[in-house]
């Protein structure tokens, strides 16, 4: 079993910046990736970004030039910097971790809520 806590969601003005953490414990040896999701009220789950561990990254069009995701493996952490937040990047962000080969099982935080004023 992998466990994530989200953490660092809130309010900010639009224009403004956040930076989500995510904390992954339990068994995470094997954790290949890790993504951040997001569902906006009404709408449905959305990828956002990922990381591998060895470092690629990849983003949603919506979000890129925008977004930032890292990852401290010494630490099982994944961080989402976010910046020139828009009213549209309102949702719950979800922690995501991908672990072992052949099947991959995915583990889901429980959300950070990320609200944007206009």
């Known amino acids: 079993q992998v466990n994530l806590l989200e953490s660092g969601g809130g309010l900010v003005e639009a224009g403004g910046s956040l930076r989500l953490s995510c904390e992954a414990s339990?068994?995470?040896?094997?954790?290949?990736?890790m993504a951040w999701y997001r569902q906006a009220l009404g709408e449905q789950r959305e990828f956002v970004a990922s990381i591998t561990t060895g470092g690629s990254t990849n983003y949603a069009d919506s979000v890129k030039e925008r977004f930032i995701i890292s990852r401290d493996t010494a630490k099982n952490m994944v961080y989402l910097q976010m910046n020139s937040l828009k009213s549209g990047d309102t949702a719950v962000y979800y922690c995501?971790?991908?672990?072992?080969?052949?099947?991959?099982?995915?583990?889901w935080g429980q959300g950070t809520q990320v609200t944007v004023s206009s």
């Open positions: 339990g068994f995470t040896s094997g954790i290949n990736s």
């Open positions: 995501v971790a991908d672990r072992g080969r052949g099947p991959v099982r995915r583990y």
